[in-house]
């Protein structure tokens, strides 16, 4: 079974950096974009950030230039280096890809558990 799992979450002050990571696991053929979402209390899930298998990222305006995603295909794994975190970053940070297993012919559309981020006021 193919699965995301992220970590790196915490608490920081305003002005803080945090380092995600999310490593696919289980048995992949091939991954396609890769991305970073965001569901802060009674707001709907966001995009943070994309990046695609040839490494063109894509950022929403609210963390761009404060944000950078990055990925290692031979791992798997995307990052989110997250600097100058501000209290509205605090949000359930989620991972996502459409993974293609071995034996599929389709690509699934896969959520990590989600990590949680707070910067206080």
């Known amino acids: 079974q193919v699965q995301l799992v992220e970590s790196g979450g915490g608490l920081v002050q305003a002005g803080g950096s945090l380092r995600l990571s999310c490593a696919a696991s289980g048995s992949i053929f091939s991954i396609n974009a890769m991305g970073w979402y965001r569901q802060a209390p009674g707001k709907q899930r966001e995009l943070a950030a994309t990046i695609t298998s040839g490494g063109i990222a894509n950022y929403a305006d609210s963390v761009k230039g404060r944000f950078t995603i990055s990925r290692d295909n031979a791992k798997n794994t995307v990052w989110l280096q997250m600097n100058s975190l501000k209290p509205e970053d605090t949000a359930v940070y989620y991972c996502?890809?459409?993974?293609?297993?071995?034996?599929?012919?389709?690509?699934?559309?896969?959520w990590g558990q989600g990590t949680q981020v707070t910067v206080p006021q």
């Open positions: 996502n890809a459409p993974i293609r297993a071995r034996g599929s012919y389709y690509y699934t559309d896969t």
